[in-house]
């Protein structure tokens, strides 16, 4: 069955350090997200890609965290410089894309603890 | 923009009985309620989902019912079973864009 891979599964970072988390959704997937889930709480989107577009990035911290999305295929999530805050779960998820494909199916996540 | 509150945080109930989640939404626009599982150290899996030109859904032992009137949704698991214990969320969404998560519900079925 085809899965939305995501690495690595878990990082612990220094605060004020770089970090960068990779995505590789399902194969044909054009839509990639994503959320950052603090412990206790939902899934909050921080970008949306249509192919290697941006359409939604409203609530990415875009003085510290960036994502590109190159070739339209895997995604990177970056933050510098990282803080104690952002010590949560980052995870990627993928759909067909379109307003009749909205189904999104999620990869793992990456756990990222700052200290 | 779009807010999700989702009821109960906690449920416990015993095996073979009905577990009833409850979301409301407040952005009239969203079309589209899916529902995750979300068992301990892993990502959010789909279970059920219903768009907005139906009002009830259901799969084996799962449903989902839809009142856009009152902006309502609701999901149904019937003769629940211990594996069904995980945290259950709602989210709403207009085509997939603007997706918007509820706080989640922490579902014990014991034994």
């Known amino acids: 069955e085809a899965e939305v891979a995501q690495s690595p599964r878990y990082k612990i970072t220094e605060k004020s350090q770089a970090v960068a988390f990779w995505c590789d959704p399902i194969?044909?997937?054009?839509?990639l997200y994503w959320y950052r889930q603090i412990l206790g709480q939902g899934p909050e989107l921080l970008v949306q890609?249509?192919?290697?577009?941006?359409?939604?990035d409203s609530q990415l911290p875009k003085d510290r965290f960036s994502a590109e999305r190159l070739k339209g295929v895997d995604s990177t999530l970056k933050i510098q410089p990282a803080e104690l805050g952002d010590s949560a779960m980052y995870l990627c998820?993928?759909?067909?894309?379109?307003?009749?494909?909205?189904?999104?199916?999620f990869g793992q996540g990456t756990r990222l603890t700052v200290v | 923009g779009e807010n999700v509150e989702q009821h109960p945080s906690t449920l416990s109930v015993q095996e073979g009985d009905s577990a009833v989640i409850k979301c409301t939404y407040s952005?009239?626009?969203?079309?589209?309620f899916p529902w995750y599982k979300q068992e301990l150290g892993k990502g959010p899996q789909l279970i059920i989902d219903?768009?907005?030109?139906?009002g009830e859904k259901k799969d084996q032992r799962i449903a989902v019912t839809l009142n856009k009137t009152a902006k309502h949704f609701s999901l149904h698991i019937t003769e629940t079973q211990p594996e069904d214990s995980a945290v259950y969320f709602c989210?709403?969404?207009?085509?997939?864009?603007?997706?918007?998560f509820g706080a989640g519900t922490r579902l014990f079925v014991k034994a």
């Open positions: 998820a993928s759909s067909w894309g379109g307003t009749a494909n909205t189904e999104a199916f």
């Open positions: 989210a709403a969404s207009m085509g997939g864009f603007k997706t918007i």
């Open positions: 194969s044909g997937h054009a839509t």
């Open positions: 890609f249509q192919d290697e577009s941006v359409v939604d």
């Open positions: 952005d009239s626009a969203s079309n589209y």
């Open positions: 219903i768009r907005s030109n139906v």
